[in-house]
């Protein structure tokens, strides 16, 4: 079970350190408003009420579809196979630009109201996040195992994911309010470049593991 939680938590991590619109709307309220410090917290309750939604919606589908192995098992390959190929492009990324993140010349267009309808919103308006969950998020659920009738699994599941998500966020949040004015971009290029490489070691784990060990809901 352990296990679950940990890969969840690095699975996440991997995916909120790479810059988005989210983050970008945690580094303007963090900046913007009063207590900018507490933005990240609110943003991520927001985000997590919309992804702990999604989970229940893909569960809830995975089961209409329990007899049908064969969408199963293709699912769980296709997310494994995705995110290899998400590791492959973040990494070929940050090796072919500057990766920097400056905080006072972060500017978010859109939404700029509450923090935790915001956590929805710009979650929602990102196609990427959808795409996630439906091949790679659901394609880890699957290989895992994780379904209603395990529901320590799908708690760990889900508290890992969110804390992947907060112990990149908050930190980010409290240095752009107190005035940081960008992170060191060598140490966050090579942050990236070993998550984009656990991306593929764990994206192709997946792919092979629902193979082996296909799924029994």
Same mark, same amino acid.
């Given at each position: 079970m ?7 938590f690095?699975?996440a ?20 408003q ?11 309750l ?10 229940v #919606? ?5 089961? $209409?579809?329990?007899? =049908?192995?064969? !969408?199963?098992?293709? &699912? %769980?390959? +296709?997310g ?14 940050v ?38 969950? #439906?091949i790679?998020?659901?394609?880890? $659920?699957?290989?895992? =195992?994780?379904? !209603?009738?395990?529901? &320590? %699994?799908? +708690?760990?599941?889900?508290?890992g ?10 930190p ?22 070993i ?17 082996f ?5």
């Amino acid at each position: 079970m352990l296990d679950i939680f940990v890969f969840s938590f690095l699975v996440a991590l991997t995916g909120a350190l790479s810059p988005g619109p989210l983050l970008t709307f945690t580094i303007y309220k963090s900046i913007k408003q009063k207590r900018g410090y507490l933005a990240a917290i609110y943003i991520l309750l927001g985000h997590a009420t919309i992804e702990l939604t999604l989970i229940v #919606a893909l569960l809830a589908g995975a089961y $209409l579809l329990i007899q =049908n192995l064969l !969408f199963l098992t293709v &699912i %769980g390959i +296709l997310g494994g196979i995705f995110l290899v190929i998400y590791g492959i492009l973040v990494i070929k990324d940050v090796l072919k630009t500057d990766v920097n993140i400056e905080f006072e010349n972060s500017h978010h267009k859109g939404f700029k109201g509450n923090s935790y309808i915001g956590g929805i919103i710009v979650s929602l308006s990102n196609p990427y996040w959808e795409f996630w969950w #439906a091949i790679i998020g659901l394609g880890f $659920l699957i290989s895992y =195992n994780i379904s !209603f009738a395990n529901p &320590i %699994g799908l +708690l760990l599941f889900f508290l890992g994911h969110e804390l992947g998500d907060a112990v990149w966020y908050i930190p980010i949040s409290t240095i752009a309010y107190f005035g940081g004015k960008s992170l060191n971009p060598k140490i966050f290029k090579y942050v990236l470049i070993i998550c984009g490489a656990f991306m593929i070691i764990f994206g192709s784990y997946l792919a092979i593991n629902i193979v082996f060990n296909p799924p029994t809901f």
